[in-house]
């Protein structure tokens, strides 16, 4: 997807962790969790070829980490959007209640500003269990309250991630002016100290990851890097 990415040399088990659970399927997540939590190094060699791989360990302050050590990207979401919900205390709990009661983990969510004492809320989901949360909200449409429910299935989730996100400002404005440029719509935005991930429609995977990459220098050798990051300041 990216022609010109690079082999990271070192990366953080909590960078790891993050990438894992966001879409990059070369590690499980529990085996991250172990190595991290008994501080156990761990180097990831490549099948094909001969060399040093990289590095999965601790945060090293002599070190200086990037802003963003990489990008991983979910093909596997839908959104789900209940318009209209009445502003009541409890109604989260009425809204997620019966899908969690189905076992069914919900991922990222939004609730906007109450107007007219109404507003919207909307989360994903894993796209196979799109079908079945429908069914559950339609069902559940006149308790909850809300007047309309509408979903699609037609969404990917775009991550960046970098333990140097915590001492650098304007990542995130850095990701929205990135897919701006690019005309890409962003749908839902979700945080952490180390992540920043946005919905967007599945027709814009390719072209958002490409221009996530460029837009933060995931091209460069290290040396680069840190040098393109002193001179910026």
Do not use: C, W
Request: charge should be negative.
């Amino acid at each position: 997807m990216v022609p010109e990415a690079r082999r990271l040399a070192r990366i953080t088990f909590e960078e790891m962790l993050e990438l894992s659970s966001l879409g990059s399927k070369v590690l499980q997540i529990r085996a991250v969790e172990f190595a991290g939590k008994y501080n156990v190094p761990l180097r990831v060699l490549s099948t094909f070829k001969e060399g040093e791989g990289t590095l999965i360990t601790y945060e090293d302050a002599a070190v200086e980490a990037a802003v963003v050590s990489g990008i991983a990207f979910n093909r596997d979401e839908a959104e789900i959007a209940l318009v209209g919900v009445p502003n009541e205390a409890g109604i989260a709990h009425r809204i997620i209640g019966p899908v969690a009661d189905a076992n069914i983990e919900v991922d990222m969510i939004v609730q906007n500003v109450a107007r007219d004492g109404r507003f919207d809320f909307t989360f994903t989901i894993h796209r196979n269990d799109y079908r079945q949360v429908m069914d559950i909200l339609q069902a559940n449409l006149k308790r909850i309250g809300a007047e309309r429910l509408q979903g699609n299935d037609r969404v990917v989730k775009l991550s960046i991630v970098g333990v140097g996100m915590r001492s650098h400002a304007g990542v995130a404005s850095t990701l929205f002016r990135a897919l701006a440029e690019k005309h890409i719509d962003i749908r839902m935005v979700a945080t952490s100290e180390i992540k920043v991930s946005v919905v967007v429609d599945e027709k814009h995977l390719e072209q958002g990851v490409r221009a996530l990459h460029q837009a933060f220098g995931l091209e460069r050798p290290p040396q680069e890097d840190s040098l393109h990051r002193g001179n910026s300041g």
